[in-house]
């Protein structure tokens, strides 16, 4: 399946985002989803996950309660609403695709390019 990540943009600290990625194919709905991000000079870290679904979430602790991960199997999308932004947030978000609900970056094996999140303060 191939991902495209957009919405990303310059917000400030407390705004919120919603980021989308778009899937070709049609398979998306047999995809577990995950969300990623690579803050700079970081390693890319999970911040959360939908089963195919949508009915099963999943997320990191850095962001659980702010962020909320929903997915439109018609659409073929999955969504990254983020709410409450803290600089630390700042960092390349991607999304991706895998067979089983995972948090390993290892298990995806579908990646988008990427879209940049600034969070100032």
């Known amino acids: 399946v191939q991902l495209q990540a957009f919405g990303g943009g310059l917000v400030q600290a407390g705004d919120s985002l919603r980021l989308s990625c778009a899937a070709s194919g049609r398979t998306f709905s047999s995809y577990c989803m995950g969300w990623f991000r690579q803050a700079p000079g970081q390693e890319r870290e999970f911040v959360g996950g939908?089963?195919?679904?949508?009915?099963?979430?999943y997320y990191a602790d850095s962001v659980k309660g702010r962020f909320t991960i929903s997915r439109d199997n018609v659409k073929n999308t999955v969504y990254l609403q983020m709410n409450s932004l803290k600089p630390e947030d700042t960092a390349v978000y991607y999304c991706?695709?895998?067979?089983?609900?995972?948090?390993?970056?290892?298990?995806?094996?579908?990646w988008g390019q990427g879209t940049l999140v600034t969070v100032s303060s």
């Open positions: 939908v089963n195919w679904s949508g009915s099963i979430t």
């Open positions: 991706a695709a895998a067979r089983v609900r995972t948090r390993l970056e290892k298990e995806y094996s579908d």
